[in-house]
């Protein structure tokens, strides 16, 4: 038994008991987090494996999770030691213990495991803006001309993505540069963001809304994942974006099961308010980095300081306090 076996064990309710095959039932806590009546029944099951792990599953509202060694404590075991009573500074020391003795081969597994299968959408007629333009074509279409300035106005080369663009003047295509996303190498959908900054509607999206972008590049060797809000602050410092303030669960078991040190990057206006909130809700750690006020997003810092510092700026302040969150971000949100 290791400590984060036996820690769960020891918050365990008072009035439980031991059933079939090394399950332990008690009154499940999850049930009226998840809008169901308070259980009193002992429908919640929690069965020790003989590795050091647990399984946990809720035979009343069906909520599961579990842990094994080698793993990271994910936010839906973190949720079930809370509402089991345990305080969360104990919390926060079994997440460092968990993080302290990771297995890269138990995480990929985790992975494989929680990946979905998205439902693929087609691209339309495209081709890659690098291949374009050394053929010439740029040359000869005044919006693919355009929509190469503006990749390197925002601060990015032609080869630091896979750029798309379309001819098709359906939804604008033809003045917007795409963003084809990937999943497990497989193209499964895109966005196309308009080049015209006083466009109504700037994003056009085609993917599924589990999605984050850019999960593909997360390398196993790395140590931290970057949260962005949108795709080409992902692009700017190698993160992920969740393509919107809102981080459904099923995202963040995504980004949890890369098995790295979360790190969120608001954007510092109001949308991002939700985001920092959220980052806070998951226990994940969050960046208030030193950039000029009018430096809103990773994408313009990218642009105004480059790459390299823009990363090193995040990195070096990040927050991983719940209370020093909440005060730092008075400074940022008011």
């Not at 050091?52 to 404590?73: I, M």
């Not at 001819?167 to 084809?180: C, E, F, I, T, Y």
């Not at 972008?213 to 080409?232: C, K, S």
């Not at 939700?274 to 990773?298: H, N, T």
Request: proline content about 4%.
């Amino acid at each position: 038994m290791n400590l984060i076996q036996q820690a769960i064990i020891d918050v365990l309710p008072a009035r439980k008991k031991q059933v079939s095959k090394g399950w332990i039932s008690f009154n499940a806590p999850c049930c009226t987090h998840r809008g169901e009546t308070s259980d009193k029944r002992n429908r919640g099951g929690l069965l020790p494996t003989p590795e050091g792990g647990f399984s946990y599953h809720c035979f009343n509202c069906n909520y599961k999770t579990g842990w094994q060694p080698g793993g990271h404590l994910g936010y839906r075991v973190r949720n079930l030691l809370n509402w089991l009573g345990m305080p969360p500074d104990q919390i926060q020391l079994l997440v460092f213990e968990a993080m302290r003795n990771v297995d890269k081969d138990i995480v990929q597994q985790e992975f494989k495991k929680k990946s979905k299968s998205f439902k693929p959408v087609d691209l339309p007629d495209s081709g890659n803006v690098s291949d374009l333009v050394a053929a010439g074509a740029h040359k000869l279409d005044s919006n693919l001309n355009a929509v190469v300035e503006f990749i390197k106005a925002r601060g990015f080369s032609l080869d630091d993505y896979n750029w798309h663009w379309s001819p098709d003047s359906k939804h604008g295509l033809n003045q917007r540069v795409m963003v084809p996303y990937t999943w497990q190498g497989k193209t499964i959908g895109y966005t196309a963001r308009s080049i015209n900054n006083d466009s109504r509607l700037k994003y056009f999206n085609q993917v599924d809304s589990d999605y984050v972008f850019n999960v593909d590049a997360q390398t196993p060797e790395r140590q931290f994942v970057i949260v962005t809000e949108g795709p080409l602050d992902a692009v700017a410092v190698d993160g992920v974006a969740v393509l919107t303030n809102e981080v459904s669960e099923n995202k963040a078991e995504i980004i949890e099961s890369l098995g790295k040190q979360v790190i969120v990057v608001p954007d510092q206006d109001r949308s991002g308010k939700r985001l920092l909130e959220q980052a806070i809700e998951y226990g994940w750690g969050v960046s208030f980095p030193l950039w000029e006020k009018d430096v809103k997003d990773c994408a313009e810092a990218h642009l105004r300081y480059g790459k390299l510092y823009t990363l090193r700026s995040i990195l070096a302040d990040v927050e991983v306090n719940d209370l020093k969150i909440k005060l730092r971000s008075r400074t940022v949100f008011g």
